[in-house]
């Protein structure tokens, strides 16, 4: 399988903390983005980052890129109960046919 | 946003049925549309890969004559799952690229089908 692993599979933490989740990835990569997965539904596209950047921010959200590890990590600040989700990362697997490559997910619970 | 929109959001059929499912781009003109299988608590698995006007290109160990798509138009894809049994039962998302899937940043996706089969 190319998929990659994330890590942690589950995490739960409080309303207002922090939290943190990493990737990791088989192939080279031109991009890598990061979906969010409320329970039974579709994916919401949160962020991509592109190879050759090593950091990018949106609102509440950070994401970090290492390409020498294969590694990527969404931190979420100040988390919300509304941030209660599974979230995946997926990348290109280097092609561009649009085909992307799903990591496991990680399911976070925010409790209010 | 592009807006994607999938018909039936759920289905329950019986062993040995067929069931279509409808993917949509609403307000583009998808080239390029891709879908996915997700078993419970699972990520999700690329299906194929289809393109407008050609046929799907499958990935490896999916049933072509099993799981049937249809690009018939730039704004729809169906996929057919026949023959359906128990194990087929998953969610099913589509997405849908306007640039012919180069730009996959540019990937939306449908909401999801829910297949159970009985």
């Known amino acids: 399988s190319q998929q990659g692993e994330e890590d942690p599979q589950a995490l739960s933490i409080q309303e207002g903390e922090n939290a943190t989740m990493n990737c990791s990835y088989k192939t080279s990569i031109n991009n890598l983005q990061w979906y969010r997965q409320n329970s039974g539904r579709g994916l919401v596209h949160l962020i991509l980052i592109r190879s050759n950047e090593r950091e990018k921010h949106s609102g509440r959200l950070r994401v970090t890129l290492d390409t020498s590890k294969k590694s990527s990590s969404l931190l979420i600040t100040a988390s919300r109960a509304a941030d209660t989700a599974s979230y995946f990362c997926a990348t290109d697997g280097f092609s561009n046919t649009g085909k992307l490559i799903f990591g496991q997910g990680t399911t976070l619970q925010v409790k209010p | 946003g592009a807006v994607v929109s999938q018909h039936p959001s759920w289905v329950i059929c019986k062993s040995g049925t067929s069931v279509k499912i409808e993917c949509r781009s609403l307000?583009?003109?998808?080239?390029?549309m891709f879908w996915y299988r997700q078993f419970p608590k699972q990520s999700l698995m690329l299906m194929a890969t289809s393109n407008e006007g050609s046929k799907a290109t499958y990935e490896q160990g999916v049933e072509k004559d099993k799981f049937l798509i249809n690009h018939a138009s730039l704004t729809l894809s169906t996929l057919t799952v026949t023959s359906a049994h128990p194990e087929d039962s998953s969610f099913y998302i589509c997405s849908a690229s306007p640039s012919g899937g180069y730009r996959w940043d540019e990937q939306f996706f449908g909401p999801g089908t829910r297949l159970t089969v009985l």
């Open positions: 307000d583009f003109q998808a080239t390029t």
